[in-house]
T-cell receptor, first 110, second 119 residues
Framework: QKEVEQDPGPLSVPEGAIVSLNCTYS??????FMWYRQYSRKGPELLMY????GNKEDGRFTAQVDKSSKYISLFIRDSQPSDSATYLC??????????FGTGTRLLVSP | GAVVSQHPSWVICKSGTSVKIECRSL??????MFWYRQFPKQSLMLMAT?????????EQGVEKDKFLINHASLTLSTLTVTSAHPEDSSFYIC???????????????FGPGTRLLVL
């Protein structure tokens, strides 16, 4: 079993839809949770960074962490074609290395 | 924001040659930098953790004599692929952690990646 599970997709939605991206994990020691966006042939770009449980909002993006369920989510409101990319969840505990999900490919059609 | 650059962005080389990739943190100092490898449609695979002033820590299965890492300063780490072969062709991405050594207040910021093609 992988430490972090993420559906690879692709997830196809129409422009304006609310997108929900999710990851589950098995290591209860994870405390720091991140979402990265990666366009094709580019390096990952940090979108959201959350410590422990709770919600965090930044513009159209909302990150949720439920440590009791070992489940994290990223919501994108009013999705745009420019949001089409691969979204990677990542997490770590303390000084340990980041553990990535496999990434979910999102396609937003005009 | 935190910016990390990589050079070159892409490189083509002949089999048997060595290739050096630079990773720089432009607006912050990074005690720790990381080197990843990514194959098409796959996630990032951590190759090694680079610490300024000390030897890099390599992940299991990564040949340290083939992938030489030098963290010369708090803003520069280099990855040298020695005696490159076609199977080394990949997308190499570095990241830098702006947190001070011993603190965990920050996360990693990634460079734009270097595409290596070995003929």
């Amino acid at each position: 079993q992988k430490e972090v599970e993420q559906d690879p997709g692709p997830l196809s939605v129409p422009e304006g839809a609310i997108v929900s991206l999710n990851c589950t994990y098995s290591n209860s020691a994870f405390q720091y949770f991140m979402w990265y966006r990666q366009y094709s042939r580019k390096g990952p770009e940090l979108l959201m960074y959350t410590y422990s449980s709770g919600n965090k909002e930044d513009g159209r993006f909302t990150a949720q962490v439920d440590k009791s369920s070992k489940y994290i989510s990223l919501f994108i409101r009013d999705s745009q074609p420019s949001d089409s990319a691969t979204y990677l969840c990542a997490m770590r505990s303390g000084f340990q290395k980041l553990v990535f999900g496999t990434g979910t490919r999102l396609l937003v059609s005009p | 924001g935190a910016v990390v650059s990589q050079h070159p962005s892409w490189v083509i080389c002949k089999s048997g040659t060595s290739v050096k990739i630079e990773c720089r943190s432009l607006d912050f100092q990074a005690t720790t930098m990381f080197w990843y490898r990514q194959f098409p449609k796959q996630s990032l695979m951590l190759m090694a953790t680079s610490n300024e002033g000390s030897k890099a820590t390599y992940e299991q299965g990564v040949e340290k004599d083939k992938f030489l890492i030098n963290h010369a300063s708090l803003t520069l780490s280099t990855l040298t692929v020695t005696s490159a072969h076609p199977e080394d062709s990949s997308f190499y991405i570095c990241s830098a952690d702006p947190g001070l050594a011993g603190t965990i207040q920050e996360t990693q910021y990634f460079g734009p990646g270097t595409r290596l093609l070995v003929l």
